[in-house]
């Protein structure tokens, strides 16, 4: 991105550019981008694209249920004190088309590529780390 030959950006939940706190080189360099993408739990200002197309969507946040084929799905998280522990939603999701940030990625990895390990990997997180 920084050399110039980027042209799109996918971003999931705090790695974005913008937030780039050292340099503001990858900041101008989001101006030329043709695509970016930014998918959050909360819909604000933090990312701050300004490319030809850009999208900020949404997706399911850590309070709202994921309920999958194989149960109830959990994410870490990592408290103040660089604690990490399962956080498991309880609320109803804003609305049935919200996807978890795992079933995005599973959703990209599948898209391009015939049918493979990814299909199941939508409903059991841990599937998709062992992939990786």
């Given amino acids: 991105m920084i050399a110039g030959e980027a042209k799109a950006l996918i971003c999931l939940g705090a790695t974005s550019p913008w937030r780039c ?3 503001n080189a990858p900041s101008r360099r989001c101006a030329g981008l043709e695509l970016s993408v930014h998918v959050g739990t909360k819909l604000n ?3 701050s694209p300004d490319g030809e197309r850009d999208f900020i969507l949404p997706c399911l946040g850590r309070t709202e ?3 999958q084929a194989s149960g109830r799905q959990s994410i ?3 408290d103040s004190m660089s604690m ?3 956080s498991s939603g309880k609320l109803k999701p804003a609305s049935p088309m919200l996807r978890s940030e795992p079933a995005i990625v599973a959703g990209l990895a599948k898209a391009p590529c ?3 390990k990814w299909t199941g990997s939508t409903s ?3 599937t998709i780390a062992f992939a990786i």
């Fill in 21 to 23: 706190r050292t340099t």
């Fill in 45 to 47: 200002r933090s990312p």
């Fill in 65 to 67: 249920l994921d309920l």
């Fill in 76 to 78: 870490t998280v990592e």
């Fill in 84 to 86: 990490v522990h399962a």
């Fill in 114 to 116: 015939p049918p493979a």
């Fill in 124 to 126: 059991w997180k841990t």
